[in-house]
C-alpha cells in the first residue's frame, strides 16, 4: 500500500507537469501522513541533511564555471583549433564539432551547455560549408551528450554521493568511455560525409598553421588539465578542484580573451544560481523520497526479482539498461541518478558488478537521454539554435542514437573500458 501511494502520486504529480523536485517531495510527504512510524519532522530533517555535503559543494561551482567558460571565447578557439587539426578530412567539419563538443565537454561537466556552447558557433559554421542543416544540429546535439560522461561530470558527482564511491574514481572511469562513445559518433559522422559528398576544408596543413592555433587555445586546453591533474596527483578534492575552476575560467575569460566584462557577470551568477537550486531541490526530495523506498524495502524487492528473472549479471545489466533508457527519455538525469541508484545499487552488489563500472553504465544510459523525446534537453537547446522542429531533430539524431547504443552495449560487456585507469 505505501509503495502504492508512494509511487501513484508521483506519478500523478509529473503527468500534471509538476516540476520534478517539486513532486518528489511532495509525494513523500503525503506518503509519510500514512506511515506512522515515520514523522514530517524525520522528513523535513532528511530534506535539510541531504544537501549538507561536502562533495555536493562542487555541483554549482562546476555549473558557474561552465557558464564563465560558455561566455568566454574558450569554444571558438577549440573549434579553430580542430579545423587546423582535422578540418581536411572527409566531413572533417562535422568531426571537429563532435571534438570540440568532447573537449568542451571536459571543461564544462552539462550537456546542454555544451550544445548552447559548441552549437552557437559550429552549426551556422557547418552550414557555410555546405553541410545539410539538419545533420549540422543532430552532429551538436549528440556530442553535446558527452558533457556527462567526460569529467568533470556533474551527475558522475551524483552519483558519487548517492552510491559512497569517490567522485575522483568516477571522474577517471569516464575518460575512456567517454572518448570511446565520442570516436562511434566520428565514425557515423565520416560514414555519413563520405555518402553524402562532403568534403574537407581544402585548406594545406602546416605545423605553423598549428602552433599558433594551439598557443590561441592554450588557456582553454589547460583547464581540464589543471582540473582533472589537480585531482588525480591528490593535491586537491573534485570541490576544490571546482572552486579553483570558477577562478581560472573568470580570469581567462575576463583578463586573457577579455571577452567576458563586469556587467556580464550578474547574469551569469544568476543563471547558475538558478540551475544550482532546481538541482539541490531535487537532491534534497530525492533523498527524503529513497528513504521511504529504504524503509519499505522496495530496494530489496526490486532487487530479489531481478536476479529471479537470470543468473547471468551480463543479462541482468542489460535489463537494467533498458530501464534506464526509458527513464531518461522521461526524467532529469540528476533525478534519475538519485532516485534509482538506492533502488539498483543492491543488485549490481549482488551481482558482484564493480559499482564504479555501474555508475559509468547508468550515466552513459541516462546521457542517451538528451536526444531522446520527450524529454531530450539537448534538441530543445539544439532547435532553439536553428529554429528547426523537435521532430525533424529527433529523426536526424536517430543514426547517432544507434551509434551511442553501440557504444553502451561494448561498454556493458567490456568492463575494463571503464575500470582500466583505477589504481585498483
Not at 505505501?2 to 517531495?25: D, E, M
Request: aromatic content about 10%; charged content about 10%.
Amino acid at each position: 500500500m505505501t509503495s502504492l501511494i508512494l509511487f501513484g502520486v508521483l506519478a500523478l504529480l509529473l503527468i500534471l507537469t509538476v516540476p520534478i523536485g517539486i513532486a518528489l517531495g511532495l509525494a513523500s510527504f503525503i506518503t509519510v501522513l500514512f506511515i506512522p512510524p515515520i514523522s514530517a519532522d524525520s522528513l523535513f530533517r532528511d530534506l535539510v541533511t541531504s544537501v549538507d555535503s561536502f562533495p555536493l559543494l562542487a555541483v554549482p561551482f562546476f555549473i558557474l564555471a561552465g557558464e564563465l567558460m560558455s561566455g568566454g571565447g574558450i569554444s571558438r578557439r577549440l573549434m579553430d583549433l580542430g579545423k587546423v587539426l582535422v578540418g581536411n578530412i572527409t566531413g572533417g567539419m562535422a568531426v571537429v564539432a563532435v571534438l570540440t563538443s568532447m573537449f568542451f565537454a571536459a571543461i564544462s561537466g552539462s550537456g546542454p551547455a555544451t550544445v548552447a556552447a559548441v552549437g552557437g558557433l559550429m552549426i551556422p559554421t557547418m552550414i557555410e560549408e555546405g553541410y545539410d542543416k539538419k545533420f549540422s544540429t543532430a552532429v551538436v546535439v549528440s556530442a553535446g551528450s558527452l558533457g556527462i560522461i567526460i569529467p568533470p561530470s556533474i551527475p558522475m558527482i551524483m552519483y558519487g554521493v548517492s552510491a559512497g564511491v569517490s567522485v575522483g574514481d568516477m571522474f577517471l572511469a569516464g575518460i575512456i568511455p567517454g572518448i570511446f562513445v565520442g570516436g562511434m559518433l566520428v565514425a557515423w559522422c565520416y560514414i555519413y560525409s563520405k555518402k553524402n559528398g562532403y568534403r574537407g576544408l581544402g585548406e594545406t596543413f602546416s605545423f605553423k598553421k598549428l602552433l599558433i592555433h594551439v598557443n590561441r587555445a592554450k588557456w582553454a586546453l589547460l583547464t581540464p588539465i589543471i582540473i582533472l591533474g589537480g585531482i588525480y596527483s591528490g593535491v586537491f578534492t573534485p570541490t576544490e578542484a571546482a572552486i579553483i575552476a570558477v577562478v581560472y575560467a573568470w580570469f581567462v575569460s575576463m583578463f586573457v580573451y577579455r571577452e567576458l566584462r563586469v556587467k556580464d557577470l550578474p547574469g551569469i551568477i544568476t543563471k547558475a544560481s538558478l540551475t544550482s537550486a532546481t538541482i539541490i531541490i531535487v537532491i534534497a526530495a530525492a533523498t527524503a523520497f529513497g528513504q521511504i523506498l529504504t524503509l519499505e524495502q522496495i530496494p530489496n524487492k526490486v532487487a530479489a526479482f531481478l536476479t529471479n528473472i537470470s543468473s547471468n549479471s551480463i543479462i541482468i545489466v542489460l535489463l537494467i539498461c533498458v530501464l534506464l533508457l526509458i527513464v531518461g527519455m522521461f526524467m532529469d538525469t540528476v533525478a534519475a541518478i538519485v532516485i534509482l541508484t538506492p533502488i539498483l545499487f543492491p543488485v549490481i552488489t549482488q551481482l558482484g558488478i564493480h559499482p564504479i563500472h555501474f555508475g559509468v553504465l547508468m550515466i552513459t544510459n541516462l546521457s542517451i537521454g538528451f536526444i531522446t523525446p520527450p524529454l531530450g534537453v539537448n534538441l530543445f537547446v539544439g532547435s532553439g539554435i536553428t529554429g528547426l522542429s523537435i521532430g525533424v531533430i529527433s529523426r536526424a539524431v536517430i543514426p547517432f542514437f544507434f551509434a551511442m547504443l553501440l557504444s553502451l552495449f561494448i561498454i556493458v560487456v567490456i568492463p575494463e573500458l571503464s575500470l582500466f585507469l583505477l589504481s585498483e
